[in-house]
């Protein structure tokens, strides 16, 4: 077969969530943010507060990894 001529990047991330005590967990579950959230959390909100490491792209982690989705965009041609 012939390679795929279709430019491709990968963007991983692995945010490490810190050991939280159940009042922490109660108050921000009564905050309502985690209901609406896939994974129950957005990196940008207030569980930011929980993430004690994160290795990767934060952007990745919210939804569109910027630095890699900018290369791609260079390779053909265009602003990033």
Known sequence: GSADPRP???SAAAPAAAVIDAASIAAYV????????AGAYA??????AFIAHLSGS???VMGLPL???????RGFGQPA
């Open 8 to 10: 491709a990047v990968l």
């Open 30 to 37: 009564a905050s309502g943010e985690p209901l609406d959230k």
């Open 43 to 48: 990196i940008q909100g207030a569980a930011q």
């Open 58 to 60: 934060h952007s990745g």
């Open 67 to 73: 630095f890699e989705t900018a290369a791609l965009l």
